[in-house]
């Protein structure tokens, strides 16, 4: 199966500043990746399809890039609803996959 | 709205059986793949399987294989995972959640349920 790593596992950032997440597949997925934020208590919520494009309702600030076994998302300014986990989750093969997390957390 | 709507949470004792539904409404059911995911406390989500309800088959993780059943009743919109002879290991919140029949392409997860604590406890 396609193992998924994510990379930091916590990241460390203040309110207003750039972050970016980092999702590495351990074989080619094309671009069917997405991203998934969670915060505590909730479920998943889907930010990102098709390796970049924003679902209904993600904020532009989101964007997505990366291809292949590559990814990133990116958040431009980090609003205080952002602090949660962040997943990236591949859909090209089989089982589906998700990658381990990372926690983006006030500094 | 779209909304996925689960099953109260569960205790169960090793080797039982525990059953998950996944009530749906505000779109067309038989349009959307339910899929099943679980996360184990502190873990990221690991993913089961998923059921088309048009037809009734699916695609199971092998790790689930022989363990799982999904089904589904076109009738009242629900969908069903089954989990048999449950260990410690399988204490877990477990999330129903749809993506759209068709293409690799749309197999995205684009809404959730509530989620479902199962605990495996003797």
């Known amino acids: 199966e396609i193992v998924m790593t994510q990379s930091p596992a916590t990241l460390s950032v203040s309110p207003g500043d750039r972050a970016t997440l980092s999702c590495r597949a351990s074989q080619s997925v094309s671009r069917y990746l997405a991203w998934y934020q969670q915060r505590p208590g909730q479920a998943p919520r889907l930010l990102i399809f098709?390796?970049?494009t924003r679902a209904t309702n993600t904020p532009a600030r989101f964007s997505g890039g990366g291809s292949g076994t590559e990814f990133t998302l990116t958040i431009s300014s980090l609003q205080s609803e952002d602090f949660a986990v962040y997943y990236c989750q591949q859909y090209g093969d089989w089982p589906r996959t998700f990658g381990g997390g990372t926690r983006v957390e006030i500094k | 709205q779209v909304q996925l709507v689960q099953s109260g949470a569960e205790v169960k004792k090793p080797g039982a059986s525990v059953k998950v539904s996944c009530e749906t409404s505000?779109?067309?059911?038989?349009?959307?793949?339910i899929h099943w995911v679980r996360q184990a406390p502190g873990q990221g989500p690991e993913w089961m399987g998923r059921i088309n309800p048009e037809s009734g088959g699916g695609n199971l993780a092998q790790k689930f294989q022989g363990r799982v059943t999904m089904t589904r009743d076109t009738s009242i919109r629900t969908a069903y995972m089954e989990l048999s002879s449950v260990t410690s290991d399988d204490t877990a919140v477990y999330y129903c959640?749809?993506?759209?029949?068709?293409?690799?392409?749309?197999?995205?997860?684009?809404?959730w349920g509530q989620g479902t604590l199962v605990t495996v406890s003797s």
């Open positions: 959640a749809r993506s759209l029949l068709g293409s690799y392409s749309l197999d995205y997860l684009d809404s």
């Open positions: 505000g779109y067309t059911f038989t349009a959307y793949y």
């Open positions: 098709g390796a970049s």
